[in-house]
Each structure stands twice: as C-alpha cells, then as structure tokens.
C-alpha cells in the first residue's frame, strides 16, 4: 500500500474509530459549544463539515440548527453518519481535492488535523482550494491542526492502548518534514495482527498563512486549544486557524 492511500484504509477500518472515537464526547462538544459563541453565526447557517468521518461534529452542529453538510472520503464512514441525516443534515463521499459546491457556504470547517496526509504539496493545495472556494465571499473557514513545535518536544516515542478487545502497539517518530505513527493491532477477531502507518504532514502556521494566501485567503486568529485560548509556539497543542477571503 502506498502512501497516497494509506488513510483510506485505515480510515474505513473499525480499528481506527475504536482507537480515535469511541472517547468522551465532552471535549468535542464543549469546543464546538465555544466555537459557535465565539462566531455567532445567524441561525440555519450553511456549514461544511470537510473530512467529516462519522459526522459527530455534523450531528452536533445540526441540532443547534445550522444546515451542515458532512463529506468524507470513506464510504464506510459516510454510510454510518447517513443514518443521522435529515433536513438540515446531509452526508455524502466526496474527496477533499476535488471541487465541491462553489460560494455556497458560510461556514468551512476542517476539525481534528483531517489534514496533511497527502503525499505532495499540490493536493494540499487542491485540497484548500476547494474548502476555500467553497464559502462564499464573506464566509470563515477554520482548519484545526496540530501545533507541530509542540508535538515534536513531547512526542511519545512507544505506547500501548487496549480498548475492549483490541490491543494497540504504536511506534511514534519524525523527520523534517513528517510525523509518523506506525500502529499494530492485535484483536482476537483479526487472523494475525494488523498493521497501518500513519503520515502527517508538519505544516506550521507560516506553512498555512502561505498556503492560504495562495487560495487568496488570510488568517484572521489562531488559538492554541480546544477553549479557544491564545496559540503559543511552544506551549500549546493546537493550531486553530480561523480565515477569511481578503
């Protein structure tokens, strides 16, 4: 398996949302919570949800009566969220680099670092592209990342997790332009143990301010955290953009 597809499996694999998802829902939810009292957006707000997986930020945003649309490039995760879907929720499979509705929504969000896992910097680019081109002239897009400065003085080189049945070995490391987490796991439902290396970009606040302006867009604020406290290089474990056309 090469890396232009390595998320794609892993991403549809149940071992994945075992390890990342099935977790406290408090966290996510009191982030949204501050996220929407600090935008205000106007009631039926139209938001798009980009790598939305299972929708559970979707779901969210839809009971507090927004019209979100969640897309994902996994099938399997797409089929579960569709479940959900109403009125004012709707779900569909859609590849982040390849151009979706055009000056439609006023909201773009990109949660969890769903982001950085392409193999060059032109599908980044496209991938951008599209969320940028996808709210309208006045719309926010926010993209939350990983502090890179912050993970690279505390990453955690070996770990072991066992949720339920299932055991994970996870093997961290990193180069200059890359992290990598090379996950095992052994479940007594699997023949022999399964193995996926996980591959992320290190894009950095000048990285994206860049990136951005090339979608002719401009960062706005950047906080550090899930409550929305100021970024610091060094101190904090996100990268929360918010931004803007210019």
């Not at 109403?86 to 590849?95: A, G, M, N, Q, T």
Request: a negative charge; hydrophobic letters at 35%; one cysteine or more.
């Amino acid at each position: 398996m090469g890396d232009r597809d390595w998320y794609q499996d892993w991403f549809n694999s149940s071992y994945y949302h075992k390890l990342y998802f099935e977790r406290d829902e408090r966290e996510a939810e009191g982030f949204l919570d501050r996220l929407i009292g600090h935008l205000r957006p106007a009631p039926g707000a139209t938001m798009l949800d980009v790598a939305c997986g299972k929708g559970r930020h979707s779901r969210f945003l839809a009971a507090r009566g927004f019209d979100v649309t969640g897309i994902d490039i996994s099938p399997e995760s797409i089929s579960f969220a569709g479940q959900f879907a109403h009125e004012r929720l709707h779900f569909h499979v859609h590849d982040m680099r390849l151009p979706y509705w055009i000056n439609y929504f006023q909201y773009a969000f990109n949660f969890f670092t769903s982001f950085g896992y392409f193999a060059t910097r032109r599908e980044h680019d496209t991938a951008l592209r599209t969320m940028a081109r996808s709210i309208r002239r006045d719309g926010t897009l926010l993209i939350d990342y990983l502090n890179v400065h912050w993970v690279e003085d505390r990453l955690v080189h070996n770990e072991e997790k066992t949720v339920g049945t299932s055991h994970y070995e996870i093997h961290r490391w990193h180069d200059n332009d890359h992290f990598y987490k090379k996950i095992t796991v052994q479940d007594p439902a699997l023949e022999r143990p399964l193995t996926h290396t996980e591959k992320v970009a290190k894009f950095s606040l000048g990285d994206f301010t860049d990136m951005l302006s090339f979608q002719g867009m401009q960062v706005q604020e950047v906080f550090g955290d899930y409550d929305l406290n100021a970024y610091d290089v060094r101190k904090t474990a996100r990268l929360i953009l918010l931004a803007a056309h210019r």
